[in-house]
């Protein structure tokens, strides 16, 4: 079995940790909430909340 160079697995991982932090560095973060609702069967979109998104009433 061929030793491989332990400087060029260095340099691809290096790489590999440049690129992800240059894409980390560059994107936009995700907003969860700007998503389209999904629809329900038959019944046309989905209301705005669903009954476990909701604030809880005060009594």
Request: with cysteine; proline share 12%.
């Amino acid at each position: 079995m061929k030793r491989r160079l332990p400087w060029l697995i260095a340099l691809f991982w290096a790489a590999v940790v440049v690129l992800l932090a240059l894409d980390w560095r560059a994107s936009t973060p995700h907003d969860r909430f700007a998503e389209p609702p999904p629809l329900a069967l038959s019944n046309g979109p989905a209301a705005d909340a669903g009954h476990c998104s909701l604030a809880p009433s005060s009594r």
